[in-house]
Nanobody, 121 residues
Framework: QVQLVESGGGLVQAGGSLRLSCAASGRTFSSYAMGWFRQAPGKEREFVAAISGRVYYADSVKGRFTISRDNTKNTVYLQMNSLKPEDTAVYYC?????????????????WGQGTQVTVSS
């Protein structure tokens, strides 16, 4: 059974940093793509970052967020710096086995339950 568990969310002031982690279990994910999405209240889920053999970022986080992975731990990370109030959302990690466009949520097979990130002004 595949399970994704996010951690590392919390409350931070604008300009601060957080590091999210997503631990995957149930199989080996080294050949899978992994991604982060977020959803703010009243808004649709949006792409944040993804990593396969390359890395991809939404324009809104480019230069501030960094995605990385440790295949020995089946874990993907999202380092978030220079946080802004508009980054406030529930952040979800996801994995994809077959994909063409990792910016699309429908490309992903499994999802975590999410972790709340709140950035105060």
């Amino acid at each position: 059974q595949v399970q994704l568990v996010e951690s590392g969310g919390g409350l931070v002031q604008a300009g601060g940093s957080l590091r999210l982690s997503c631990a995957a279990s149930g199989r080996t994910f080294s050949s899978y793509a992994m991604g982060w999405f977020r959803q703010a209240p009243g808004k649709e889920r949006e792409f944040v970052a993804a990593i396969s053999g390359r890395v991809y970022y939404a324009d809104s986080v480019k230069g501030r967020f960094t995605i990385s992975r440790d295949n020995t731990k089946n874990t993907v990370y999202l380092q978030m710096n220079s946080l802004k109030p508009e980054d406030t959302a529930v952040y979800y990690c996801a994995v994809s086995s077959l994909y063409s466009d990792l910016r699309r949520a429908r490309e992903y097979d499994y999802w975590g339950q999410g972790t709340q990130v709140t950035v105060s002004s």
